[in-house]
Antibody, heavy 122, light 110 residues
Framework: EVQLVESAGGLVEPGGSLRLSCEPSGLRIINAWLSWVRQAPGKGLEWVGRIKSEADGGTRDYAAPVKGRFIISRDDSKNTLYLQMNSLRTDDTAIYYC?????????????WGRGTLVSVSS | QSVLTQPPSASGTPGQRVTISCSGTTSNIGNNYVFWYQQFPGTAPKLLIYNYNQRPSGVPDRFSGSHSGTSASLAISGLRSEDEAHYYCAAWDDNLSSPVFGGGTRLTVL
């Protein structure tokens, strides 16, 4: 069974930085496209960004609210996905989920991690 | 405000058939596949329907998806108490060049 496990989030002050990781078990990510999706407390789902496989160019795309502040990367040798979050704002407070992209789709979120809570507050 | 529009709530009694709508535009639902997700409180979303009407393995055939023009629907037949959850639709938006979600529908089984 495939499981995606995000690293622990935490409490960060506005303007601060935090890096999340996601390490799937039961799945080698080398050919996978991967995404991050977030959910503010009591709110709906919001796409954060996506990274394609290196074989497909490793292209990264971001949602407008995080573009220029967040960076998605991957280390296929460590089978790990990352989300570097900089210049954090209070409205970045959310549960962050890593997901695999459904094979054959350019974005469809397939398998999801349990999520990790990031709180941005002074 | 979400790009895709869903009713905030829906309800039904056990055994009933319930549908949840998802309304969009030609830049999203009208031109791209729709996905549906099921989310129980405190847990991660789960893929329920992809490409308008395809079910991943393990999803009961009580769940079905359809679409017409710029709208899509999720139907749940033979409603069960364990279907009580939030349901989200999603689609790629050509104008935004990103996936977009509906605001979610909370399904209550009476």
């Amino acid at each position: 069974e495939v499981q995606l496990v995000e690293s622990a989030g935490g409490l960060v002050e506005p303007g601060g930085s935090l890096r999340l990781s996601c390490e799937p078990s039961g799945l080698r990510i080398i050919n996978a496209w991967l995404s991050w999706v977030r959910q503010a407390p009591g709110k709906g789902l919001e796409w954060v960004g996506r990274i394609k496989s290196e074989a497909d160019g490793g292209t990264r795309d971001y949602a407008a609210p995080v573009k220029g502040r967040f960076i998605i990367s991957r280390d296929d040798s460590k089978n790990t996905l990352y989300l570097q979050m900089n210049s954090l704002r209070t409205d970045d407070t959310a549960i962050y989920y890593c997901t695999t992209v459904l094979v054959g789709s350019r974005w469809g979120f397939h398998l999801w991690g349990r999520g990790t809570l990031v709180s941005v507050s002074s | 405000q979400s790009v895709l529009t869903q009713p905030p709530s829906a309800s039904g009694t056990p055994g009933q058939r319930v549908t949840i709508s998802c309304s969009g535009t030609t830049s999203n639902i009208g031109n791209n596949y729709v996905f549906w997700y099921q989310q129980f409180p405190g847990t991660a979303p789960k893929l329920l329907i992809y490409n308008y009407n395809q079910r991943p393995s393990g999803v009961p055939d009580r769940f079905s998806g359809s679409h017409s023009g710029t709208s899509a629907s999720l139907a749940i037949s033979g409603l069960r108490s364990e279907d009580e959850a939030h349901y989200y639709c999603a689609a790629w938006d050509d104008n935004l060049s990103s996936p977009v979600f509906g605001g979610g529908t909370r399904l209550t089984v009476l």
